[in-house]
Each structure stands twice: as C-alpha cells, then as structure tokens.
C-alpha cells in the first residue's frame, strides 16, 4: 500500500500542475526603411537611369560621381549599364 502512495502522489503532483501558455508576439507587418547613410546623400538624379526606378523612394544601394555630379542608382548593375554609355543617359535627362 506504501508503493502505491509514493508512486501516486508524485504523479498526482506532476499531472495536476498548470502550465502556463506563453504567448508569442506576433510578427510586425508593417515595413521599416532600413538605415542606410547613402540615402541621406544629394543626388543629381530622382530616378535610376537604368532600370527607372524612384530612388529617393526605394532608397539607393550604390553611387557614382561622373563629372564632378552624384549619382544614385539602385544596384551595381544599374551602375555598371550607365557607366557603358553615360552620355546617351545623360542626354536624356
């Protein structure tokens, strides 16, 4: 009978105790610009000359300085494609 008591009430104990849920934040949705110091920069130019996207909008991820003016571009590539004719860019700005 004293076998049945110790094995019954540590039971009793372990299966009766309350675990709490632990709630888990849900992630946030909303999109947070990121902190880039090329963003803070002034450009000569709004919009990538490549690939046309808004650059003070999306943000800039590389630069070029050609003939003394700043420019902004979204990519390496979009740089990399003006750089092969800079002035037919320019031109038509």
Known sequence: M???VYIL?????????KKEEVKKEAPKTSFEKPINPLNNLKYDNTID???KMDIIK???S?????KG???G????????E????????LAKK
Not at 9 to 17: D, N, R, V, Y
């Open 82 to 89: 003006f750089l092969k004719t800079p002035e037919k860019y």
């Open 2 to 4: 004293k076998k049945i």
């Open 69 to 71: 003016k700043l420019y």
């Open 9 to 17: 009430i540590p039971l009793l104990i372990f299966t009766s105790c």
């Open 58 to 60: 999306f943000g800039v």
């Open 49 to 51: 000359f490549y690939c």
């Open 73 to 80: 571009f979204c990519s390496k590539t979009c740089k990399d």
């Open 62 to 66: 590389d630069t070029l300085t050609y």
